[in-house]
């Protein structure tokens, strides 16, 4: 079966997440409790604002530049840019995570203002979110914002999985900053 859940919030560590349709009440209090907990961690918006500092005024060639170069090194032995992000102390904080979910996390990611891959849990098919919906629809949209795409079936985990992705906002300032995206084995939560 597939759903899709719209979310729409304030994304504040205390705030409560709103949802503009049913999702099961268990993946409701996970968000909530669990993710917004540790997603606005000062390792977590330390990590993005560093990120943004490297990457600001990257004209869109360098940016495909960048993916392209992430693309070719996926799965070769030499990975100098994917070896960057995968080496970063939040890597292994987010890898912790989804270790540490009882299965209900299937992969994390972080993006910078650009959409560029700050840290990831495992390594992902391209290096720039940034012309996905999981960062148009988060980022693009604004503080606060949380965008649940379709649940759908994966064949190489054989599970229902969902993402969820959600702006992150500089705890100083109150400014986006970034956006994180987290993928969910939806049978855990039904």
Known sequence: MIRTFLLSSPLMIAASVAYAVDAPPAMKAFV??????????????????????ETAGASITQIEEWDTAW???????????????????LSATLKEQVAESGGRITEIFVMDALGLNVA???????????????YAKSYGVGAGAVFVDEVEFDESSQTYQGQVSFTITDPSSGEIIGAMTVGLNAEAFF
């Open 32 to 53: 909530e409790t669990d993710i917004m907990n540790w997603a606005q961690s000062a390792e977590v918006t330390n990590a993005i604002i560093a990120q943004n500092a």
């Open 71 to 89: 693309r070719a090194q996926v799965g070769q032995a030499t990975q100098p840019l994917i070896d960057e992000v995968m080496g970063r102390p």
């Open 120 to 134: 990831a849990s495992g390594v992902t098919s391209d290096y720039w979110q940034g012309d996905e919906d999981k």
